[in-house]
């Protein structure tokens, strides 16, 4: 089947030059496919870790942070595409704060098409500790509230990561210290009943004398919530391993934390999840275990009894390469699309941007396609999924002119 797609550190300065941002002309061919990249921006600045969301009209949201002209700190930048991808907007500075550094963003779109975006920072309110920060748009992404902290005080807080239940409420995990846990990173959670303007008062989900990390947030169809991460744990203290702990009445209370994985002599990383239509709940995840010891490799386990028991994890493909930083997501149809950095055995140049599926509740998974597969390094993919069933692809990778990280994207049918 041929795919012919249609669409086309700090200190730094940004110009983006019209009113859209131009296509990189050509089409990559892999294994028979005719994939076209196109790259969001293109300057002489750097642009890191998009993420993506699709709303209800099938517009794209694409949000980064990174250099923006006369700023000398990152900021957060917005994007989106009204016409599948073939053109972009100019990119919108979110953020807009040229005295501190803003980084690492979340998105999610409620029923209404209201766009939300929250991120770590610094900020006038908490100048010398990052919190989590927060605004929204109430127009398509045309205009943008002022940032708010969700988080203060005198602890960090960070990694945020969001859901949106049926009710619109949105649902916030993250890491952070807290006065109850001022030496060890924990996985906190709060959450908005009115589109953001108000947030409850955080509560940790963990409370242990280990660093936890890296949440990732999900709902179910009965508006469960469930959170998993990578942390360290009494039971193995030398390597991080994947948790998860679940709630069932809204956020208020939570699931004493277990861990998926118990490898003592190994490290577990990044983990994402999504859940199906049925509730089965799939986690993926980079790590190394006693079949591949010596490189990472994606490594996933489901429940299929809403998060009580997990399967023993698997190796989803095992080669003598690296691969890390999973994205997925999944369609109507109940088939877990998966994209990520690696090295691709054929052509070992560098890491690149690879996709996988499966079709049947990640027993098996088809070849993996490598996106663009060049000599430059391609990092950080995210996956959304339209409602016409394209797989629409951001990642941030550096091209050959300029030589700058950029934010790139692509589209699979």
């Not at 169809?221 to 994947?242: A, C, M, R």
């Amino acid at each position: 089947m041929n795919i012919l797609e249609t669409q086309s550190s700090i200190g730094k300065k940004l110009y983006y030059n019209g009113l859209l941002t131009k296509i990189m002309n050509g089409y990559l061919s892999r294994r028979g496919i005719m994939i076209q990249v196109i790259n969001i921006t293109n300057d002489n600045y750097d642009h890191y870790q998009p993420v993506i969301a699709i709303d209800s009209s099938g517009n794209i949201h694409v949000v980064w942070y990174g250099d923006v002209a006369s700023y000398n700190v990152y900021q957060i930048l917005y994007t989106k595409s009204t016409d599948g991808g073939n053109t972009w907007t100019s990119p919108i500075n979110i953020s807009n704060d040229k005295n501190y550094t803003q980084l690492y963003p979340a998105i999610a779109i409620d029923s209404y098409n209201n766009i939300y975006v929250v991120w770590e920072a610094s900020s006038s309110e908490s100048p010398y500790l990052h919190q989590v920060r927060f605004s929204k748009s109430t127009d398509g992404g045309n205009t943008w509230s002022n940032p708010i902290n969700i988080t203060s005080g005198s602890y960090p807080n960070g990694s945020p990561s969001l859901a949106i239940d049926s009710s619109n409420n949105i649902h916030l995990a993250f890491m952070g210290e807290s006065s109850t846990s001022p030496s060890n990173f924990q996985i906190r959670y709060c959450k908005s009943l009115d589109g953001g303007n108000t947030w409850s008062n955080p509560v940790d989900i963990t409370n242990e004398n280990y660093y936890q990390y890296e949440p990732a947030i999900a709902i179910d169809k009965l508006g469960n919530l469930h959170i998993v991460w990578d942390g360290e744990n009494p039971t193995n203290p030398d390597y991080n391993q994947i948790r998860y702990s679940k709630s069932t009445d809204g956020g208020t209370t939570w699931s004493s934390p277990l861990n998926i994985t118990n490898d003592s002599n190994y490290v577990q990383h990044e983990p994402r999840i999504v859940i199906d239509s049925s509730n089965i709940i799939y986690v993926i995840w980079g790590g190394e275990c006693s079949e591949s010891p010596d490189n990472l490799q994606l490594r996933y386990s489901k429940s299929t009894d809403w998060g009580n028991t997990w399967s023993n994890p698997a190796i989803i493909i095992n080669e003598d390469t690296d691969h890390e930083e999973p994205s997925i997501a999944i369609d109507n149809f109940n088939t877990i699309h998966l994209v990520w950095k690696g090295i691709n055995p054929a052509n070992p140049t560098g890491y690149q941007i690879r996709y996988s599926k499966s079709t049947d509740g990640c027993n098996t998974w088809s070849t993996p396609i490598n996106i663009p597969n060049n000599s430059q390094p391609q990092e950080y993919p995210k996956i959304a999924i339209s409602s016409n069933g394209f797989k629409n692809i951001v990642w941030d990778g550096c091209i050959s002119s300029p030589l700058y990280y950029q934010i790139r994207f692509t589209k699979l049918t």
